[in-house]
């Protein structure tokens, strides 16, 4: 029997790539920046204006785009309300995803392999 041309095989389903992880040195700069405008008694509120769209657009593309979007609105969100700055969510996340991802994260692991 003939095949005919619109019964082709199906395409492999593509490859699912992994984004990388970011580091945790990243993460707490991000949140060491976030922290600083505490630093600046009256204008501190005024910069997190300013701050808050960037730390969600570095939070969305460090942490890919499911996890990274719902944690940037969050991070939004952090950084707008006046005493939330405290919150380390960077950090968090990528306390959540090391934990996850890690087979056995606290287990002794040698220094010499």
Do not use: H
């Not at 969100?77 to 056995?104: C, H, Q, S």
């Amino acid at each position: 029997m003939k095949k005919l041309p619109f019964f082709r095989k199906a395409s492999p389903a593509p490859l699912k790539v992994e984004q990388a992880m970011p580091s945790l040195a990243t993460c707490l700069l991000m949140d060491v920046i976030g922290y600083a405008t505490y630093a600046v008694p009256f204008f501190g509120e005024f910069l997190d204006l300013l701050w808050a769209p960037i730390s969600a657009v570095i939070f969305w593309k460090l942490f890919g785009f499911r996890k990274g979007l719902l944690g940037g609105m969050f991070s939004f969100v952090e950084e707008l309300m006046p005493g939330l700055d405290f919150i380390p969510t960077f950090t968090i996340n990528w306390a959540i995803l090391y934990f996850r991802k890690a087979k056995n994260p606290l287990a002794v692991r040698p220094l010499v392999r």
